[in-house]
């Protein structure tokens, strides 16, 4: 791995206490994630796949070790600095779409822009854009529920990209869709990968898919990581 | 987040579950309309109070009682009559002891000649028939020198005030008018009344007859008529104020002089008046303003009489409309606490609505801040809304009421009074306060709503 690294996790720890029952859901997960790379995570569930993005992405704090975004320690800050961190440098993707179904599309895509202060104009107009961009040109006021699990993703994709941030975490974005959809999306996220350079980070079931696009797969097994396989 | 945003934001949630934000404002609605509507009346009162005082000078007057009366006690507030001038000079005794002078024309003069007295009428009623057509009332008759016919104290719904104190005129009250048969104001005016007073007739008088006396039969009473016109009508006091004109009908005093009556209102003063006490009950002082009210009072009391000014029980009154106002916006207050806590209830289930929503907005970017924010609105928005329609149903309602009242009231002669009063900062302060309650009740969902796991709002499953 040549390429600096945008972010990266050393001896990252996660324990769920609840009650008297602790669950370790991440032990010392080291990563280190070179810019412009596109990054798998397989693992069986309840590998800690989601909880390794939730600290990626600063919805979650860990319990003990750090993460570090460009030279900045993620981990260390505070709620308010995590969601300026989650609002300008992450765009997520979740397997359940997560759009706001009273929202049309292009006021689901607008949504970041809202929190980041952007007029009202502005936002439908940078909307619009990304989602030209990831083809739903003629599907811009369509609610989430008069769209297809293919197109609500799309969506979802033009959101996370709607405030140019610097990584793409997508938590199994093909897990509710059917293999073709599957393939176009991941095409979809490869092809912005390539032509941006935006370092993707992406759970997955599908060893096919992530064989196809990723530079490197990360392996874990009961909240550790077993096997790195570099793939380019 | 800009504020436009929030406007917009909070509206269209509100507008995505229309029912229950009606039903939410609804509450806040009749909260704040009761509010109001319970505020507005009690400065209503208040306003009434105040402006009739401040109309009627009633802060330049000073009531002085003689020694003997007892406004309180026995016989009620209602002072005697004139005295039979003629018999009352012959058989005046010296005062004897401490009493002082009764109240009579020289000790009027005395008054009249105090520093910021500007004038003195006694207070002199005697009950009398009064007649015109077949109707007949009985009522009392007040003596009010012509002066104070024409001050502001008599407020006149037709006619004039008679101008000199010979005539045989009077100013009767719409309700009396009313009540013997004049039911049109203006062509009252002009008409002739009949006044029949009562008068003693010792022709028959057996004095050995107390018993009966007692009972009201064999009473050594025949009456004398004289005729009046009618030149003025006054509308009734609508509240029990302590004006000096306490009655229905007025006749200048000269007129008065020439009257035989009877110089008492009831059998106690008849018993009494043999005794002693001559002069008059209660004499009305008005001073040049209200200024000079405390040192004529303590002059009047250096001669021995007992006084009663109206400023000395003002703050009492303030007191008392201070309670009333506290009373009523209670009342007002138990509907604001419901209607906050139906938005409490709105706004917290609102947020286990929008659970996952919130975890949306936090994952793209969203801080505490800006959910609690957006909470806050909603409920203000809820709040004004609230706030300005309840205003308005509250000054519908007591426009309502007013109108109902006043329809009652005004078949008994009280004239026309708006018993509800909106200032400005009433109207303005309703919507604040519907609008702060309603942040109030916001801040427990708001930060709750801000305290929302996205973790846990986002697991899907």
Redo the contacts between chains.
């Keep these: 791995m040549t390429k600096a690294p945008i972010i990266q996790a050393q001896k990252l720890t996660k324990v769920y206490s609840s009650g008297k029952i602790e669950v370790t859901a991440l032990k010392d997960v080291d990563l280190a994630v070179g810019k412009g790379t596109f990054i798998g995570v397989a693992g069986s569930s309840g590998s800690g796949k ?1 909880t390794l993005m ?1 600290l990626l ?1 600063g ?2 704090s860990p319990t003990s070790g750090s993460i570090e975004f460009e030279g900045e320690l993620i981990s260390r800050k505070d ?2 600095e995590l ?2 961190y ?3 440098d992450v765009g ?1 993707i ?3 779409f ?3 179904p ?1 929202f049309s599309a292009v006021e689901n895509v607008s ?2 822009l ?4 952007v ?2 104009k502005e936002r439908r107009e940078q909307a619009s854009v990304f989602l030209d961009r990831v083809g739903l040109s003629s599907r811009k006021e369509h609610r989430p529920s008069e769209l297809s699990g293919g197109e609500q993703q799309r969506v979802a994709i033009a ?1 996370a990209l709607v ?1 140019s941030p610097k990584i793409i975490l997508a938590d199994e974005p093909t897990g509710n869709l059917d293999s073709q959809t599957s393939s176009e999306i991941v095409g979809l996220l490869a092809t912005i990968n390539r032509e941006q350079g935006l370092t993707v980070i992406m759970v997955s079931h599908e060893e096919a898919l992530l064989k196809e696009h990723c530079d490197e797969i990360i392996r874990l097994f009961d909240g550790e990581v077993k096997v790195k396989e570099q793939l380019k | ?2 504020l ?2 929030y406007v ?2 909070s509206f ?1 949630n509100l507008w ?1 579950r229309k029912l229950r934000t009606f039903l939410t404002i609804f509450g806040v609605i009749i909260g704040i309309g009761a509010l109001v509507a319970m505020v507005s009346f009690g400065k209503g009162m208040q306003k009434n109070v105040s402006d009739q005082f401040e109309n009627l000078e009633l802060f330049n007057y000073i009531t002085v009682f003689s020694e003997s009366f007892n406004p309180l006690g026995f016989g009620g507030r209602s002072p005697r009559g004139q005295r039979q001038r003629g018999r009352s000079r012959d058989s005046q005794e010296e005062v004897k002891g401490s009493e002082p002078k009764p109240l009579d024309d020289e000790v009027i003069a005395a008054l009249r000649s105090i520093k910021g007295v500007e004038s003195v009428f006694p207070d002199i009623r005697f009950p009398a028939e009064v007649r015109a057509n077949e109707e007949q009332v009985f009522s009392l008759i007040q003596v009010l020198p012509a002066e104070f016919a024409q001050s502001t104290l008599m407020s006149l719904r037709a006619g004039k005030a008679y101008v000199s104190d010979e005539e045989d005129s009077l100013i009767i009250s719409d309700s009396l008018l009313r009540r013997i048969g004049l039911k049109d104001l203006d062509t009252a005016i002009g008409q002739k009344v009949r006044i029949s007073t009562l008068i003693l007739d010792f022709s028959n008088f057996n004095p050995m007859n107390l018993a009966s006396m007692i009972q009201g039969e064999n009473l050594p009473i025949a009456k004398e008529d004289y005729e009046f016109t009618i030149v003025g009508i006054t509308g009734r006091m609508g509240f029990g104020s302590p004006t000096p004109l306490r009655s229905d009908v007025f006749i200048p005093r000269g007129t008065s002089e020439r009257m035989k009556k009877l110089p008492f209102t009831n059998m106690w003063d008849f018993f009494r008046r043999t005794e002693q006490n001559l002069g008059y009950s209660v004499v009305n002082i008005k001073v040049e303003s209200p200024a000079f009210v405390n040192a004529v009072k303590t002059k009047v009391q250096e001669m021995g009489y007992r006084t009663f000014a109206l400023i000395d029980q003002f703050e009492e009154i303030r007191t008392g409309f201070l309670f009333m106002d506290m009373i009523l916006a209670a009342v007002g207050m138990i509907a604001i606490v419901v209607a906050s806590l139906g938005i409490m209830n709105t706004m917290v289930m609102s947020i286990l609505e929008r659970y ?2 919130i ?12 959910i609690k924010k957006i909470f806050f609105f909603e409920s203000s928005v809820i709040g004004f809304f609230g706030g300005v329609f309840g205003l308005a149903l509250g000054w519908v309602v007591s426009g309502l009421i007013n109108r109902i009242i006043n329809y009652f009231l005004a078949k008994q002669g009280v004239p026309f009074i708006d018993y509800f009063n909106f200032p400005w900062w009433l109207c303005l302060g309703a919507v604040l306060f519907a609008v702060v309650v309603s942040l109030v009740s916001g801040i427990y969902p708001a930060v709750r709503a801000a305290r929302v796991d ?2 846990v709002a ?3 499953d």
């Design positions: 989601s939730n992405g919805l979650d709620k308010n969601a300026r989650r609002r300008h997520m979740f397997q359940s997560n759009l706001i009273f949504l970041p809202l929190f980041a202060g007029s009202k959101r405030n | 987040m800009k436009i945003d917009d934001l269209s995505k996952s929503e975890g949306i907005m936090k994952a793209v970017g969203a801080g505490d801040g800006d996205p973790v986002l697991r899907h």
